[in-house]
Every structure is written in structure tokens, then in C-alpha cells.
């Protein structure tokens, strides 16, 4: 995997665009003709937070970015994501991540219910003969999932179907109640539901595909006569039910891809199945994760064959991590670009930043934003850099602070080496020429320029440009006072 093509430009975006759709489409034929309504306009009650629902982060990602994602893999022609609650916030969250035509908006103003939030779109599904209506709370749901609703819905003939789960708890969910035939007849939410219906544990998941014109037809007669006063979404099944139509119904192979997030618990619990995913996912490019229930990789993060990964790592939304590498206990990355054959050793903190093929880095290195660290280059123990690139087979291996320098090739920087960047008022720029050798305990103040293959003597303040070439040296000539210690 090899990732010298990143610009440094590249490292200032975070998050990442998410570049997963194309690459991960799901096999088998594209849902045509499709748009998938994505219902995100509510409050979140439960979360008991300021922050809209939609955008609390799951592994990383805004929660809302993964209905969005399945969609996409999964094909659709188009998505409208419905919002309401902070709707600017929301969209602005979601373009970040999709920057894609592909998707827009539609404007809830009051959440009266999933009903009218689905009415809400309707001017955006009028173009589409089908519409995939997905709750905006649901990551766990997979491209695979919706394609097999896509195909009841096409086997049965029907204008909808719905996804259903078998649960040992059915919780919150709405239940699903069948006829003595085995259709499903209605669904019936919890507050809604008698004590035998409160015992069914097939539950409605929140997925729907429908005709867009039947659906919508539907949805226009929806009322309010429940215990939540709320335009529900599900009351479309009985309506069509009682008019002797059939309704399709998909029951998920594995109940876990129903997880919904309605509260913290529900979150930590989703979440937790997603590491555990993503993980698994890592594991089988390849990848030796050494207890990977201690290693926290968020979603859409990639590792090359070949890598190993100690306890306690942190691997952070945007980080790619190339072949042979090794990143050691206790490692945080984010947004990182990694090459091949890298060791990062224990304990290092790595932002929006790019190492190169080969490079060592660590123990206890900081690599703040936009650091670059060329093939083989070494960025030992107690280094900070920022805003700095270290160019091809460079060292920087104690104690030191390297921050908005541009350093070439093979240069080897002392130990306790600071650049003197900030002056108060701007950031400047030290320059470091290939080949030169900067002595321990130097200062560099900015802005300052090091020439080819020059010297620096260890002490020095570096005030003035040096030649290449030359040595530069600043510290005062050292005197030796005979018999000092007998005299005092
Ligand atoms: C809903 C279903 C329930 C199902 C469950 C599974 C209804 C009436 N109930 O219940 O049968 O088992 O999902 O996930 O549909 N939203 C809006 N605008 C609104 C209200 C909600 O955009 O006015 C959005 C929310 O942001 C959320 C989604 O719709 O993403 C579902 O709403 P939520 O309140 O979570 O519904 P549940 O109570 O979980
Ligand atoms: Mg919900």
C-alpha cells in the first residue's frame, strides 16, 4: 500500500472525505430507479444532548453517515437525508463526509412523527418509482441487507416491504404481528401494544422499500390517534393489510444488524459491535491484532497485509496503514497516513500526519498536524513536530521540538534541537538543506535557513542563515579556572 501520492494539502481536511462507495459496492445488481430516504430530522430525546441525534459519533463517524453509506453500497440512484433538529449542522456534517451530488436534503421543520418526516421528501421521491426508507439510527445495517430487501420486494410482487428481526428482547422496537397465515398484519408500537403484543419478539427494524406513488398516497391519510399523538410511519402496513394487499417482509439472518441507537447504552452497545467489526475486518486483510478487544479502530480505517497491531492502539478515523508495518501498545493515530515497513514504536501520538516507507518513530513521539516523514527518516524518543517535513533518511531521535520546518535529506538533528518558531505574533519558517548536521542543544530561530552540508556546533543560536558548507557556531569560548574548587 503505498501512500507517497498524499499531499501535504491532503492532510489539512479532516475528517476525510469517506471514499468507501465506490470501492465497497456490494456485489449483485445496483437498487435502480431508487432513492433512499434517510430519517434524521429528530430530536433524540434519549441521547439527553444538545447534539442532534444524527451526529453523535459511532466509531468515529457521525451516526447518520452509515444508513447514508449502506445506501450508497448498496447502490441507490440517489439519497435524501430528512432534517430537522440543528438541520444546518446535520448538513453541513453529512457533506463534509459525502461530498457527492448524489445526495441532498429535505427540511422537517417540526418532528411530528416518521410519517411526516418521510412526507417531508416527497417532492425529492417524486422523480424516483421506488424509495428505500431507512431510520437514521441504524449503523449496523448492510448494503447486503438492503439488496435482499430489494429482491423480496421484487419476488413478492408487492408495492412494500419491510425488514423484521427476531430478538430476545424487543425493547423498544415496534412489533410485528402476523396473521394466522404467517403475513404480516400490522405493526404495532410499544406504547401502543397489549401485553400479548408486547410478548412478540419479531420486531419492525426500520427499513422499508415502497413504490413511491402507493406510498406516498398513503402516507398523505396517516393519522395521530396513538399514545404518542405522532404521525407513525408503520401505521402504512395496516392500511394497506386491511385492504387485502400483501406486505413483504425480509427477517434478518442475523438479528445483531437490527441494533438501534436510541440512548447512551444503546450507543456504547452498537458501538461496540462495530469495533468489534471493524477489527474482525482488519484482521482478515492480513492483519495480526494482538487482544484486539483492547484496540479501538473506527470505521472506514484500512491496514495493510502483514502489519502487526499491539494492545491499547488507537487507530482514528481517516488512518491508513500500509503492509509489514508495526505499531506498538499504547499508539494513538489520526488521520494518518502510513507507508510500508513502518515501526511506530510504543506510545506515540500521530494527527493528520504522513510517514513514509520505512521510517521508525518513537517511543513518545508527537506528530502534530501536517508533519511528513520521509522514507527511512527516524523521529526518536520525546520529539514533537508540527507543520514540519522531514525529508528522506532525516533523524530526529531526542528530546526535541521541530515546528513549521522544512528539512531535506539525510540530516541529522541532536539531540534537544528546538526551532525557535513563534516570535509572538507569526509562525516562521527554518529551513534545514540536505546534508546538514545540526549539534545537540541547538536553537534555531526563525525565520532561518541551514545550508547544504553545513554544521551546526552543538549549543549554537542559530540567528543568521549559515552558507553551506560552513560551521556555524555561537557559543562563547569556554575558559578554565585552574585550582577554582581548592580556592573556594
Ligand atoms: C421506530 C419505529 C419502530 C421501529 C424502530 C426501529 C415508528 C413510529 N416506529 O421507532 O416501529 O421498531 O424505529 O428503528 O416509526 N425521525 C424524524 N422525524 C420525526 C421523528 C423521527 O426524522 O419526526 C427520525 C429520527 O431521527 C430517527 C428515526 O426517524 O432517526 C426513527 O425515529 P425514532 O424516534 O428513533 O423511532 P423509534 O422510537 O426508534
Ligand atoms: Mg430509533
Known amino acids: 500500500m503505498h501512500t507517497s501520492h498524499f499531499a501535504l494539502n491532503v492532510l489539512k481536511s479532516h475528517p476525510p472525505k469517506v471514499a468507501w462507495c465506490k470501492k465497497h459496492q456490494a456485489g449483485g445488481k445496483p437498487l435502480k430507479d431508487t432513492i433512499a430516504i434517510i430519517l434524521a430530522a429528530g430530536l433524540g430525546t434519549r441521547m439527553k444532548s444538545s447534539l442532534p441525534k444524527a451526529l453523535f459519533r459511532v466509531a468515529g463517524l457521525p451516526l447518520v ?9 448498496a447502490g441507490v440512484s440517489h439519497v435524501t437525508v430528512v432534517v430537522g433538529h440543528q438541520a444546518e449542522l446535520v448538513k453541513a456534517e453529512v457533506t463534509k463526509y459525502f461530498p457527492t451530488a448524489q445526495i441532498d436534503f429535505a427540511m422537517q421543520e417540526q418532528q411530528l412523527g416518521t410519517a411526516h418526516a418521510t412526507l417531508c421528501a416527497a417532492e425529492n421521491a417524486a422523480p424516483f418509482k421506488k424509495a428505500l426508507l431507512m431510520n437514521g439510527d441504524l449503523p449496523l445495517i448492510s448494503a447486503n441487507t438492503i439488496k435482499a430487501l430489494g429482491e423480496v420486494y421484487d419476488q413478492t410482487g408487492t408495492t412494500f416491504a419491510l425488514v423484521t428481526s427476531r430478538v430476545a428482547d424487543p425493547g423498544g422496537f415496534g412489533r410485528i404481528e402476523r396473521s ?101 475486518m482488519i484482521m482478515n486483510l492480513g492483519v495480526t491484532i494482538h487482544l484486539p478487544e483492547t484496540v479501538y479502530i473506527e470505521t472506514g480505517c ?75 527518516g527516524h523521529v526518536g524518543n520525546f520529539v514533537e513536530m508540527k507543520k514540519s517535513t522531514l525529508g528522506e533518511g532525516s533523524k530526529v531521535n531526542h528530546l526535541s521540538y521541530i515546528g513549521d520546518a522544512q528539512v ?70 569556554q575558559v578554565n579556572i585552574e585550582n577554582y574548587a581548592k580556592k573556594k
Open 180 to 280: 394466522p397465515d404467517g403475513e404480516v398484519r400490522q405493526i404495532v408500537e410499544k406504547r401502543d401494544a397489549t401485553p400479548e403484543q408486547l410478548a412478540i419478539n419479531e420486531v419492525n427494524v426500520g427499513l422499508y422499500m415502497a413504490e413511491t406513488a402507493s406510498l406516498y398516497a398513503d402516507l398523505a391519510k396517516v393519522g395521530t390517534s396513538n399514545q404518542a399523538a405522532e404521525f407513525y410511519f408503520t401505521d402504512i402496513v395496516k392500511m394497506r393489510t386491511s385492504k387485502g394487499e400483501r406486505v413483504g417482509a425480509l427477517v434478518l439472518g442475523d438479528a445483531s444488524e437490527a441494533g438501534q441507537i436510541n440512548n447512551r447504552a444503546e450507543l456504547s452497545e452498537v458501538e461496540a459491535q462495530i469495533l468489534r467489526s471493524n477489527a474482525a
Open 65 to 73: 453517515c452509515y444508513p447514508i453509506k449502506a445506501a450508497l453500497e
Open 302 to 376: 484500512l491496514v495493510g497485509s502483514n502489519s502487526e497491531i499491539e494492545p491499547g492502539v488507537s487507530i482514528k478515523a481517516g488512518t491508513v496503514i500500509g503492509s509489514n508495518c508495526l505499531i506498538s501498545r499504547g499508539s494513538v493515530l489520526t488521520n494518518a497516513r502510513i507507508g510500508d515497513g513502518v515501526t511506530i514504536k510504543p506510545y506515540c501520538v500521530i494527527t493528520d500526519s504522513e510517514i513514509k516507507d520505512f521510517a521508525i518513530i518513537g517511543p513518545f513521539a508527537h506528530l502534530r498536524p501536517q508533519s511528513v516523514v520521509g522514507n527511512h
Open 408 to 477: 531535506g535529506e539525510k540530516v541529522n538533528i541532536g539531540a534537544g534541537t528546538i526551532t525557535c518558531n513563534y516570535d509572538g505574533i507569526n509562525k516562521n519558517i527554518t529551513v534545514i538543506e540536505s546534508g546538514a548536521f545540526i549539534g545537540s542543544d541547538t536553537q534555531l530561530v526563525a525565520p532561518v535557513k541551514v545550508g547544504k552540508n553545513s554544521y551546526v556546533g552543538a549549543g549554537t543560536t542559530v540567528t543568521k542563515d549559515v552558507p553551506d558548507g560552513a560551521l556555524a557556531l555561537s557559543r562563547v569560548k
